[in-house]
C-alpha cells in the first residue's frame, strides 16, 4: 500500500509541473501560429536537415555500449570487493586485501568521476593514442561504479541470516562453498533493484564522456549546437532522451521490486 500511495504522490507532482510548464509555453506566446512557424524551422534544422538526428542516434547508440560495459565491470569488482571485506569481517586473515578494498572504496568514491575519467584518459593510457576512447571511459566509469557497487554487494551480503552460512558450514560445505552457493544467491536477489538503480545513474554519469573527445549523447547534442547555432533545442531534445530512458528504466525497477515482494511472501 506505501508504494501505490508513494507513486500516487510522484504522478500528482509531475502532473502539477507538466500544467505549470504549460502555463509557462502559453504566456510566452509558444502556442501561436508564429511561434510553431519558428519552431518547425528550427527543429528542420537542427534535426531532418543533412539527416543530422542520426548523430543523435549513434550518440545514444554510444552511451548505452559505455553504460552497459561500465556495469558489468563494476558488478564484477563490486563483487570481488564486497566478498574480501564480508570474509575479513567474519575472520579471514586477509588483511592486505581488506585495506586494498577498503582504501579502493574510499579513494574512487571520494574523488569526482569526471577527474578519474581525466587521468584515466590522459594520464595513464596518454602514450596509448591507438586505443578506442570508449573502451578506457567504459574501464574508468566501471572502476568507479565497483566501488559503490561493492557497497551495495556488502550490505545484501550482510542482510542475510548470519544462520544461513552457518548451517552451510555445519553440513560441512567451506566458506567459499557456502558463499557462492548459498549466501550470495540470496544477497544477489536482494540487491537487483539497487544495481538497476546503478545503472540509470551510470547511463546519466556517462554524459561527462565528451571531455575526452567520446561522441555520447550529450556531445551528440553539442555538434549539433555547433552547427546550426541553436542553443535550445539539442539540448532540450537530449535531455528528453534522458528522461525517457530513466523513466522508463525507473518503471521497470518498480516492476522488478514488486515481482520480488511477491515472490518473498509465497
Known amino acids: 500500500m506505501k508504494s501505490k500511495k508513494g507513486l500516487g504522490r510522484g504522478d500528482t507532482v509531475l502532473g502539477i509541473f507538466a500544467l505549470f510548464l504549460l502555463y509557462l509555453l502559453w504566456s510566452s506566446g509558444f502556442f501561436t501560429a508564429a511561434a510553431w512557424s519558428d519552431f518547425n524551422r528550427r527543429f528542420y534544422q537542427n534535426f531532418i536537415k543533412d539527416n543530422r538526428y542520426m548523430m543523435l542516434v549513434d550518440g545514444l547508440k554510444a552511451t548505452i555500449f559505455m553504460t552497459s560495459g561500465a556495469t558489468l565491470i563494476g558488478v564484477i569488482v563490486g563483487l570481488i570487493l564486497s566478498v574480501i571485506r564480508v570474509a575479513y569481517n567474519g575472520g579471514a586473515k586477509i588483511p592486505v586485501l581488506n585495506k586494498f578494498a577498503d582504501a579502493y572504496i574510499t579513494v574512487l568514491r571520494g574523488t569526482p568521476a569526471m577527474v578519474q575519467l581525466l587521468i584515466w584518459n590522459f594520464t595513464i593510457f596518454a602514450s596509448a593514442r591507438d586505443l578506442n576512447t570508449q573502451y578506457i571511459a567504459i574501464l574508468a566509469f566501471g572502476l568507479n561504479s565497483g566501488a559503490y557497487v561493492a557497497e551495495i554487494f556488502r550490505g545484501g551480503i550482510e542482510a542475510i541470516d548470519p544462520g544461513q552460512m552457518e548451517a552451510a558450514r555445519s553440513l560441512g560445505l567451506s566458506y567459499s562453498t557456502s558463499m557462492k552457493l548459498v549466501v550470495l544467491p540470496q544477497a544477489l536477489r536482494n540487491v537487483i ?43 532540450v531534445m537530449v535531455a528528453i532522451i534522458y528522461l525517457v530512458i530513466v523513466m522508463l528504466l525507473s ?16
Open 251 to 266: 518503471y521497470l525497477v518498480r516492476k522488478l521490486e514488486q515481482y520480488l515482494s511477491r515472490s518473498k511472501r509465497r
Open 193 to 235: 533493484p539497487m544495481l538497476f538503480n546503478e545503472f540509470i545513474a551510470l547511463l546519466k554519469e556517462t554524459s561527462i564522456a565528451g571531455y575526452i573527445g567520446i561522441d555520447d549523447l550529450t556531445r551528440a547534442g553539442q555538434n549539433i549546437q555547433a552547427l546550426t547555432l541553436e542553443h535550445s533545442q539539442p539540448l
